[in-house]
């Protein structure tokens, strides 16, 4: 049976306002970071830093990556998810446990906020982790992409227990003694385990989709899984174990990164659509940041490195996704069963929900933005710094503006056509002189 | 480019009307007809009854009840139809090769 947003997925009030949460959080973290502009040239990994950073990482992307869970396994696996008002319960534990953990680094590593926090996010990637899983087992997905995504968010559930274990370690000397203090490998396991690997699965699929590609090559993305897996188990064995391994866990990831780009480009050369929409430029674009944090990496550049995958990667990637997601969202919410029928009721196009002038400054700020940053990381300008969180907030903003755009001009062309069906068609892109070929057989 | 079969069963109108008619359902993603995008792959008239066989885009696609509602929204208008079925397939996949020249066209193909 073929899912239905609404009905295969959550309630879309649940994506939406959770991809919402998502994009007001990003400009939170500009907001803030124009008031502690100091701590991009500190030099060093201030509270406020990290909880700058668990902004943008639990807040923007973990929210968004939570909205889209609620609605993109049943797309991508063809079925229904498997209990879709998960999103009641997990949603506002993201909400408040992501606020604690962000108001426990802000204030000096609070062990009493970070736990809370870690327990409250731990809890919620793990059901909706637990209801990936159980939606995956109603039709088990074969292509890679979704196979990648499932890899992703179990790597993102052990990003967030990582995070408990970390805020465990600095109130508990036993739980230091047993785990240490795995930073590094929180980091990993975040940046490149569920963040890369959840824009290889997903970004596959939808990629292909908006450019109208025939489809990237499978092994691609199996390797890219291989690759980040493997380099995990070498960072696990590096934390646990402690032994040293060298450069063979940036390697394998450095390999996973290439196979990401590899499929992009491939998925881009091969497009039908030649002229892609503003919001998948971006995400195309983002992919530019990862060449760019491989050489700063061998620039023995860390802090430019992570800024440019993070922010400049992941960011522009999400970011893109998110207009796209959030507008198939609230468009199917409000017209899929309308009484009056979709566009041919009068229900606007997707395109049409977006305001194109904003894409631009966001695509541009943004990446002006993450660029800043490296720059910022590697000279300590202070002026580099006040124009890269000025950038980040233009950026920031402009997105939130055309998030809440889509979805305020979507529900109100809804209500606008809350009547009786029309007696004729009020939009058509009729091409009737150059129709496909027909074939008639009449039976008698 | 997709070719349409046409098969008519003493009907109450020409399969080829109820085509045509399709014209006026549009993919909301793409901004272009289902008939011009080449996702119809069958019409079926048998007196009053009208079976829709198409396909969409890809599996799965998020528009698809639009879609599909749209489809009975507009044929339900024509004239001696009294039942509209719509039978979504996935086999042949739908390509971009199905469209026509003018939908490639219109988004940019060439």
Redesign the interface.
Known sequence: MMPRLGEGGAPPALPIGTLLMGALALLVGAAALLLNTDTLTAGVNSPTMVALVHTFTLGFVGLIFAGTLQQLPAVMFVTKLAWPGLGYVTTPALLLGSAAVIVGFASGFHPTWLQVGAVLTSLAWILLLAQLLATALKRPPKDAGSQALILSVVFLTFTVVAGFLLASARTSPGVAQAVGYPVRLHLTLGIFGAFLLGIVGSGQKLLSMFALSKGGAQWRVRAAMLLITAALVVESTEAFARVSLGPLALLLLAGGALMQLLEVAAIHRRRLRKKLEAPIQRYVLAHAFMPLAGLLVLLDQPRAAAAAFLVGFVGLAVSGMLVKITSFLVWTAVFANARSGGVWGGAPLLRDLLRDELEPVTTWALAGGALGLCITFVTGLPASATLTVLLLLVGAASQLAQVAHVVITTVRAGRSLNRPAPAAPVRSAVMPELGPETSAEEAP | ?????????LPALP??NV??SL???????L???I??L?M?YEVTVAGGNVVVEMTL???????????E??VK??LG?VPGVEDVGVE?VWDPPW??D?M?????S?????
């Open positions: 480019m997709t070719e349409t079969t046409l098969t008519e069963i399969a080829r085509l045509e014209r006026a359902v549009i993919d909301p993603e901004g272009l007809d008939v011009s080449g119809v885009t890809t599996p799965g696609c998020p528009l698809h009840a639009s879609i509602a749209d929204h507009v208008q979504l390509t971009p199905a026509s020249d003018a939908a490639k219109a988004l940019g193909f060439w």
